[in-house]
């Protein structure tokens, strides 16, 4: 079985590194390898490690440090042999890895998505019936084309572009556009 995580999987030393015990990757190696170790021990500790290793993609002290953290931290020890950890990645290493970056990957095609707005009910913001009134302009409503008309049936002075809901004749407290509106809708 292979390496699963998709930064390891492909990579032929690395593959050769989980199966091999010559191919252990060692202080002062260089090469893509090295550059998606380091990669993988970022994704894992977060740790930060110098940035002319990380350019150049070569196996240095600060990433042999780094290897020596993540091993202790996990007691990655080869007790048949060991007594404590060291700072080359070996099958152990590079099997630790590859399963801890794996569980930190987001599953292929799956974009993370911010949360929704909170619902509103339409309506409530003057700003938004505002823009509908200013949408809607040209439209035909009710058999006429009402351009620069609210086709609201109700006053809403609290958009601006309405009169205000003083009394006209009759009582009635629409202005002349909504009346307008009213009448050809059949209300009074």
Do not use: W
């Not at 060291?86 to 911010?114: F, Q, Y």
């Not at 109700?154 to 004749?169: F, K, T």
């Amino acid at each position: 079985m292979g390496l699963l995580s998709r930064l390891f999987r492909g990579d032929q030393k690395l593959e050769a590194c989980l199966l091999h015990d010559a191919s252990h990757v060692t202080p002062n190696a260089v090469g893509e390898h090295v550059g998606k170790i380091q990669a993988a021990l970022f994704i894992a500790d977060g740790v930060a490690i110098d940035s002319n290793e990380l350019s150049a993609r070569r196996y240095g002290p600060a990433t042999a440090n780094a290897v020596l953290a993540y091993k202790q931290k996990r007691k990655i020890i080869n007790f048949s042999y060991q007594t404590q950890a060291d700072d080359i990645v070996g099958k152990m290493t590079i099997a630790a890895l590859d399963k801890e970056v794996k569980s930190k990957e987001r599953p292929p095609g799956r974009i993370a998505l911010p949360p929704a707005p909170p619902f509103r009910q339409r309506g409530v913001d003057r700003h938004e019936h505002a823009s509908r009134c200013r949408r809607r302009r040209g439209t035909a409503l009710g058999g006429r084309i009402l351009s620069g008309r609210c086709p609201r049936p109700e006053p809403d002075a609290s958009c601006g572009r309405h009169a205000s809901p003083a009394a006209s004749s009759g009582g009635d407290r629409r202005s002349g556009r909504h009346r307008l509106f009213a009448r050809s809708r059949g209300a009074n």
